[in-house]
């Protein structure tokens, strides 16, 4: 099972940007063959998609409230995907995780937007934007 690690969060001032990482940590493993999705939770609030990006196809997809704001991306390692945030708003402001699932031909694009099909989580990295 792989095991991932974030990092990258820190405090920024509106309009700043941000790049996130998540690593998977355990020796040897990769995010081949992984769906791996970024989550965020702000105070009192609910998990919220951020977006994902697929093995099968390289294809990423992002949440309405990031959308032209925030990129996904694999790094040239296979077992890094980065999540770079331009442009950060207030309401930004959140824990974020990375999460990871292996991918199978059953499952609809849309399955990746939900958190339920994760199976592997970090631990999360806060986010802070102020004005």
């Known amino acids: 099972q792989v095991q991932l690690v974030e990092s990258g969060g820190g405090s920024v001032q509106e309009g700043g940007s941000l790049r996130l990482s998540c690593t998977a940590s355990t020796s040897g493993r990769t995010f081949s063959y992984y769906a791996v999705g970024w989550f965020r939770q702000a105070p009192g609030k609910g998990r919220e998609f951020v977006g994902v990006?697929?093995?099968?196809?390289?294809?990423?997809y992002d949440g309405d409230s990031v959308k032209g704001r925030f990129t996904i991306a694999r790094g040239n390692a296979k077992n890094m995907v980065y999540l770079q945030m331009n442009n950060l708003k207030r309401e930004d402001t959140a824990v974020y995780y990375c999460?990871?699932?292996?991918?199978?031909?059953?499952?609809?694009?849309?399955?990746?937007?939900?958190?339920?099909?994760?199976?592997?989580w970090g631990q999360g990295t806060q986010v802070t934007v102020s004005s």
């Open positions: 990006i697929r093995w099968t196809n390289d294809n990423t």
């Open positions: 999460a990871a699932v292996r991918e199978y031909t059953y499952f609809s694009t849309d399955s990746y937007f939900a958190e339920a099909i994760y199976n592997v």
